[in-house]
């Protein structure tokens, strides 16, 4: 419940903070519409629509509107899939004018009491410590090979979570011991000849849960021909608190990383998270009014490139790789094809395999639903995008589902799961395909220290 | 104000699902694509099927609440802004395509049917439905025949109302009518499926409608005429139809247009040069490559600089998209962008052209002008920014000259998008007093009511004519 005091407040702040020139440009020619999957899934309301949101913005703005609670759910319905962007002519950057609206109402809410906790125990006491996020994970590791996890399900005392994410739990990975996660290399040779030196951003998510991709990254970089620097000051990239109303927690963690990595003299950053990626890739948006910081933002940003980029940047579909034969299709990483703008390297590098017969998924560039924790904190559209997306996926008739960012790659695998595919499809990063096609090509060479 | 009976009857009529008078419901149909028009309805609601429609519309006649049928909200004209209140009509929930007659080469669609899903449907059958307004990806058939959309292949085939045999439609006072059929010849009393169409929902509910198609042409050209000189460009406009040649597409667009374009399609459109003409023919493939090198001919003749074929099926797919792109690519310049659709014989295209120029220096405004150059329908648009009362003013006296002047060269207001609430002001300055009592002795004989999507069309008061001085 957000109270008439509240209200107003939101209601001032939206006045003072949100970019009336760009709530403008909106023109409401509705060419974003189509685009839209919440506008698509929830039969074409408006109010669930990029065009319809920024009308509800620009209303508050006005003082047409109060920001009551219909206000506020249809911001929390929209993915930030950020699909809008690329196919609105007139260029309105919309996920600023999302983040801004719900950090203001964020910031001007009083949770209950359960809610703030929670909020100040994730944002801010443990996605900022590396260190805490690799204990984290390593109880969940106790907890899956205890035997504590197979305890619950069979005994169903796990049912005291609600479904979905007693579904979810079951596709998590299974989380390396804290020993394996502490061990992290610090700097890595190219093999070969150094063609670039490059810096790589481990990410929380990747560098624990799916520590084998990071793993695996880097062994790729390395064969391209990269000399890799691993900042270890480097945090959280900060896209969960800005897409969740945390704005400063976001900033401070934006200037922590452009520290850690200034250090680093690298030509490029390199990600191997779509989500992450296309938060640090507009740092100088979220540091636009800090002058100190602002310059030093946008140096930063001009080195981020995804691995499938600098991949090809480097050639490496020519290296001649092959797999045993397999249908394969790839799932867009919304923020990696929106935001960053990338989307025919990886769909290049799977064609590029011999043995693969690449596949085009219906609709492949749409939010597969997982968003950030949106298919935690809005189970039932996101499962209704996620099945709807099945069904495409399995008209490709691929044994092999690719994508490019963690959040995804395990909403894939729990869209298999729910279909009961799990026998004959997977669902993998595509740092993972690419890993297995140099082994399987005799192109890999296990380094000292790899 | 719907009273709490009416809400009730509405609510027994579509479901509490299909009702919404939330704040936020209201606020998001308030608007359409026009600029500096917005009003909240009382209440939005989605029949399912042409009963409730009709026993919706009975209601509303007999607690006078004003109903504004609304597609995909993309029109130009304020033709879908409720600025009387009263209720929005959605047609989410009657959006399927009823039938593909192969025999009979029609389509029936409910008015809900996205342009292009129809288009895309049709042409898996080898069918061709040519009305292909830039919003086609959203906009719906019912929105189109409201407005009698026109598009990129109006020139040669015609706009919507070409394609319409028949409707089904609901009246101001509840009645169902059905209009025109499958047919290809009908002269059964007046034409009331005309009428209907372009009525922007002032004369009755369209909720059905049976589609003329045609064979799929064989083969399609583009091709990109530049040119350095606008008026060389014009020229070559009316040359090319007065050699006889009827164009598929014969668009045009200035340089001013072309970059804000080439700066979000990054298709690599030349953007050092003063105009471009975007042209397509189609047909029997002997004819397209005959006509193809006549009118590369006379672009040459008339000093194109440059003449280009697209090289790929894909190359002239990302040209039109990127020309459908123009209007709200357009909106990137400033922050308010108006748009007008003043139209002209073809042959007075130049002149058009070059007065639009001069009235946009005299007027000190930015107008970019693209449009359908071969229909002498342009899009003279002029990005501004309404919190500027003073500029404003400027713009509205330009685009009154603009008008002004088309309707001298035996022109019209619009050309396509509809007169709505926007243009009702100026509409007796091309009817003339008579053809609009005519038109109000129409819209008064079928809602007496005056239920009907009130204020559109017809203005409390005409805006003072301007005098062309040359």
């Given at each position: 419940?957000?109270?008439?005091?509240?209200?107003?407040?939101?209601?001032?702040?939206?006045?003072?903070?949100?970019?009336?020139?760009?709530?403008?440009?909106?023109?409401?020619?509705?060419?974003?519409?189509?685009?839209?999957?919440?506008?698509?899934?929830?039969?074409?309301?408006?109010?669930?629509?990029?065009?319809?949101?920024?009308?509800?913005?620009?209303?508050?703005?006005?003082?047409?509107?109060?920001?009551?609670?219909?206000?506020?759910?249809?911001?929390?319905?929209?993915?930030?899939?950020?699909?809008?962007?690329?196919?609105?002519?007139?260029?309105?950057?919309?996920?600023?004018?999302?983040?801004?609206?719900?950090?203001?109402?964020?910031?001007?809410?009083?949770?209950?009491?359960?809610?703030?906790?929670?909020?100040?125990?994730?944002?801010?006491?443990?996605?900022?410590?590396?260190?805490?996020?690799?204990?984290?994970?390593?109880?969940?590791?106790?907890?899956q090979?205890?035997?504590?996890?197979?305890?619950?399900?069979?005994?169903?005392?796990?049912?005291?979570?609600?479904?979905?994410?007693?579904?979810m739990?079951?596709?998590?990975?299974?989380?390396?011991?804290l020993?394996?996660?502490?061990?992290?290399?610090?700097?890595?040779?190219?093999?070969?000849?150094?063609?670039?030196?490059?810096?790589?951003?481990?990410?929380?998510?990747?560098?624990?849960?799916?520590i084998?991709?990071?793993?695996?990254?880097?062994?790729?970089?390395?064969?391209?021909?990269?000399e890799?620097?691993?900042?270890?000051?480097?945090?959280?990239?900060?896209?969960?608190?800005?897409?969740?109303?945390?704005?400063?927690?976001?900033?401070?963690?934006?200037?922590?990383?452009?520290?850690?990595?200034?250090?680093?003299?690298?030509?490029?950053?390199?990600?191997?998270?779509?989500?992450?990626?296309?938060?640090?890739?507009?740092?100088?948006?979220?540091?636009?009014?800090?002058?100190?910081?602002?310059?030093r933002?946008?140096?930063?940003?001009?080195?981020?490139?995804?691995?499938?980029?600098?991949?090809?940047?480097?050639?490496?579909?020519?290296?001649?790789?092959?797999?045993?034969?397999?249908?394969?299709?790839?799932?867009?990483?919304?923020?990696?094809?929106?935001?960053?703008?990338t989307?025919?390297?990886?769909?290049?590098?799977?064609?590029?395999?011999?043995?693969?017969?690449?596949?085009?998924?219906?609709?492949?560039?749409?939010?597969?639903?997982?968003?950030?924790?949106?298919?935690?904190?809005?189970?039932?559209?996101?499962?209704?995008?996620?099945?709807?997306?099945?069904?495409?996926?399995e008209?490709?008739?691929?044994?092999?589902?690719?994508?490019?960012?963690?959040?995804?790659?395990?909403?894939?695998?729990?869209?298999?799961?729910?279909?009961?595919?799990?026998?004959?499809?997977?669902?993998?990063?595509?740092?993972?395909?690419?890993?297995?096609?140099?082994?399987?090509?005799?192109?890999?060479e296990?380094?000292?220290?790899? | 104000?719907?009273?709490?009976?009416?809400?009730?009857?509405?609510?027994?009529?579509?479901?509490?699902?299909?009702?919404?008078?939330?704040?936020?419901?209201?606020?998001?149909?308030?608007?359409?694509?026009?600029?500096?028009?917005?009003?909240?309805?009382?209440a939005?609601?989605?029949?399912?099927?042409?009963?409730?429609?009709?026993?919706?519309?009975?209601?509303?006649?007999?607690?006078?609440?004003?109903?504004?049928?609304?597609?995909?909200?993309?029109?130009?004209?304020?033709?879908?802004?409720?600025?009387?209140?009263?209720?929005?009509?959605?047609?989410?929930?009657?959006?399927?395509?009823?039938?593909?007659?192969?025999?009979?080469?029609?389509?029936?669609?409910?008015?809900g049917?996205?342009?292009?899903?129809?288009?895309?449907?049709?042409?898996?059958?080898?069918?061709?439905?040519?009305?292909?307004?830039s919003?086609?990806?959203?906009?719906?058939?019912?929105?189109?025949?409201?407005?009698?959309?026109?598009?990129?292949?109006?020139?040669?085939y015609?706009?919507?109302?070409?394609?319409?045999?028949?409707?089904?439609?609901?009246?101001?006072?509840?009645?169902?009518?059905?209009?025109?059929?499958?047919?290809?010849?009908?002269?059964?009393?007046?034409?009331?499926?005309?009428?209907?169409?372009?009525?922007?929902?002032?004369?009755?509910?369209?909720?059905?409608?049976?589609?003329?198609?045609?064979?799929?042409?064989?083969?399609?050209?583009?091709?990109?005429?530049?040119?350095?000189?606008?008026?060389a460009?014009?020229?070559?406009?009316?040359?090319?139809?007065?050699s006889?040649?009827?164009?598929?597409?014969?668009?045009?667009?200035?340089?001013?247009?072309?970059?804000?374009?080439?700066d979000?399609?990054?298709?690599?459109l030349?953007?050092?040069?003063?105009?471009?003409?975007?042209?397509?023919?189609?047909?029997?493939?002997?004819?397209?490559?005959?006509?193809?090198?006549?009118?590369?001919?006379?672009?040459?003749?008339?000093?194109?600089?440059?003449?280009?074929?697209?090289?790929?099926?894909?190359?002239?797919?990302?040209?039109?998209?990127?020309?459908?792109?123009?209007?709200?690519?357009?909106?990137?310049?400033?922050?308010?962008?108006?748009?007008?659709?003043?139209?002209?014989?073809?042959?007075?295209?130049?002149?058009?052209?070059?007065?639009i120029?001069?009235?946009?220096?005299?007027?000190?405004?930015?107008i970019?002008?693209?449009?359908?150059?071969?229909?002498?329908?342009?899009?003279?648009?002029?990005?501004?920014?309404?919190?500027?009362?003073?500029?404003?003013?400027?713009?509205?006296?330009?685009?009154?000259?603009?008008?002004?002047?088309?309707?001298?060269?035996?022109?019209?207001?619009?050309?396509?998008?509809?007169?709505?609430?926007?243009?009702?002001?100026?509409?007796?300055?091309?009817?003339?007093?008579?053809?609009?009592?005519?038109?109000?002795?129409?819209?008064?004989?079928?809602?007496?009511?005056?239920?009907?999507?009130?204020?559109?069309?017809?203005?409390?008061?005409?805006?003072?004519?301007?005098?062309?001085?040359?």
């Amino acid at each position: 419940m957000t109270s008439s005091k509240e209200q107003k407040a939101i209601q001032d702040q939206f006045r003072e903070r949100m970019n009336e020139d760009e709530l403008m440009n909106c023109m409401r020619c509705g060419f974003c519409l189509p685009s839209c999957p919440t506008y698509i899934e929830s039969g074409s309301q408006e109010l669930h629509s990029p065009r319809g949101r920024i009308a509800i913005m620009k209303a508050v703005v006005d003082g047409l509107i109060e920001p009551d609670e219909d206000v506020e759910r249809t911001l929390n319905m929209c993915l930030g899939c950020r699909a809008c962007e690329p196919v609105c002519p007139s260029g309105v950057r919309y996920g600023h004018l999302l983040e801004e609206a719900r950090d203001i109402i964020q910031q001007n809410k009083k949770h209950s009491w359960p809610v703030r906790v929670l909020r100040k125990l994730v944002f801010k006491e443990l996605f900022p410590y590396p260190n805490r996020v690799r204990v984290a994970t390593a109880s969940l590791g106790f907890y899956q090979r205890s035997g504590l996890q197979t305890f619950l399900q069979r005994t169903r005392l796990s049912h005291v979570l609600p479904a979905h994410l007693r579904e979810m739990e079951k596709v998590l990975p299974s989380a390396p011991t804290l020993k394996k996660m502490k061990k992290r290399p610090k700097h890595l040779p190219a093999q070969g000849e150094a063609k670039r030196r490059v810096a790589f951003f481990s990410g929380c998510l990747m560098d624990t849960l799916f520590i084998e991709t990071n793993d695996a990254t880097m062994k790729l970089l390395q064969l391209a021909g990269c000399e890799i620097v691993i900042p270890s000051l480097q945090t959280c990239c900060g896209a969960l608190h800005g897409h969740s109303g945390e704005k400063e927690q976001a900033k401070w963690l934006a200037k922590r990383n452009i520290e850690a990595f200034e250090q680093c003299q690298a030509d490029a950053v390199i990600t191997n998270a779509g989500g992450c990626g296309a938060f640090l890739m507009e740092y100088d948006h979220l540091l636009k009014d800090d002058p100190d910081w602002v310059d030093r933002a946008k140096a930063f940003v001009e080195k981020i490139r995804d691995i499938s980029a600098i991949l090809i940047e480097l050639g490496f579909q020519h290296k001649g790789l092959k797999l045993p034969p397999q249908i394969v299709t790839y799932q867009d990483s919304c923020h990696l094809r929106n935001v960053m703008r990338t989307s025919s390297a990886p769909r290049q590098l799977l064609q590029s395999i011999a043995g693969v017969e690449f596949r085009e998924m219906r609709e492949s560039d749409r939010c597969c639903g997982s968003a950030g924790i949106y298919n935690i904190v809005e189970p039932e559209m996101a499962m209704q995008i996620l099945d709807h997306k099945m069904v495409y996926a399995e008209q490709t008739g691929a044994t092999t589902i690719v994508t490019a960012n963690p959040g995804c790659l395990l909403q894939m695998k729990l869209g298999i799961e729910r279909k009961g595919l799990g026998e004959k499809v997977r669902a993998v990063h595509i740092v993972e395909v690419l890993f297995e096609a140099v082994k399987e090509s005799g192109l890999f060479e296990e380094s000292k220290d790899g | 104000m719907i009273s709490e009976a009416a809400k009730q009857l509405f609510i027994q009529i579509v479901g509490r699902e299909n009702y919404d008078d939330s704040k936020a419901g209201r606020l998001v149909y308030s608007y359409d694509a026009t600029p500096q028009f917005q009003a909240i309805p009382e209440a939005v609601m989605a029949p399912r099927n042409t009963k409730e429609v009709s026993e919706i519309v009975k209601v509303c006649a007999e607690y006078r609440i004003p109903i504004v049928p609304r597609g995909s909200g993309t029109n130009l004209c304020a033709g879908t802004c409720p600025i009387e209140g009263g209720i929005v009509l959605l047609f989410k929930h009657m959006n399927r395509i009823l039938e593909i007659d192969e025999d009979n080469l029609t389509a029936t669609v409910q008015p809900g049917v996205i342009t292009l899903d129809l288009i895309k449907s049709v042409e898996e059958k080898g069918l061709f439905y040519p009305p292909d307004p830039s919003s086609m990806k959203i906009s719906t058939i019912g929105g189109n025949i409201n407005e009698n959309s026109g598009g990129l292949r109006g020139l040669k085939y015609g706009v919507t109302r070409d394609y319409v045999l028949g409707l089904e439609a609901v009246l101001a006072n509840g009645d169902v009518i059905r209009t025109g059929g499958k047919l290809a010849k009908d002269v059964a009393g007046y034409d009331l499926t005309r009428l209907l169409v372009g009525s922007e929902g002032t004369l009755g509910i369209i909720t059905e409608a049976t589609l003329k198609l045609v064979p799929m042409p064989e083969a399609k050209k583009t091709m990109l005429a530049l040119y350095q000189d606008l008026e060389a460009a014009a020229r070559s406009v009316s040359k090319i139809i007065a050699s006889k040649i009827i164009p598929a597409t014969l668009e045009f667009l200035d340089q001013p247009t072309l970059r804000v374009v080439e700066d979000y399609a990054q298709i690599g459109l030349p953007t050092d040069v003063k105009a471009v003409l975007l042209i397509e023919q189609d047909g029997a493939r002997e004819v397209v490559e005959r006509e193809m090198r006549q009118i590369e001919r006379i672009c040459k003749e008339e000093q194109a600089v440059s003449v280009q074929l697209a090289r790929s099926d894909q190359e002239a797919d990302a040209l039109r998209t990127a020309r459908r792109s123009a209007l709200s690519a357009l909106a990137r310049l400033r922050p308010t962008t108006i748009l007008e659709d003043a139209t002209v014989p073809r042959s007075e295209i130049a002149k058009m052209v070059t007065a639009i120029n001069e009235i946009a220096e005299k007027y000190r405004v930015m107008i970019c002008t693209f449009g359908h150059a071969g229909d002498g329908n342009l899009h003279p648009t002029c990005p501004t920014d309404a919190r500027d009362d003073e500029e404003m003013e400027r713009v509205e006296a330009a685009f009154a000259e603009i008008f002004a002047k088309a309707i001298e060269l035996g022109g019209t207001i619009t050309g396509e998008h509809g007169v709505g609430a926007m243009k009702a002001p100026y509409l007796e300055w091309k009817l003339g007093k008579e053809g609009v009592e005519v038109m109000q002795a129409i819209k008064r004989a079928l809602d007496p009511y005056n239920i009907m999507n009130p204020g559109k069309v017809f203005a409390k008061s005409t805006r003072k004519r301007v005098v062309v001085t040359k």
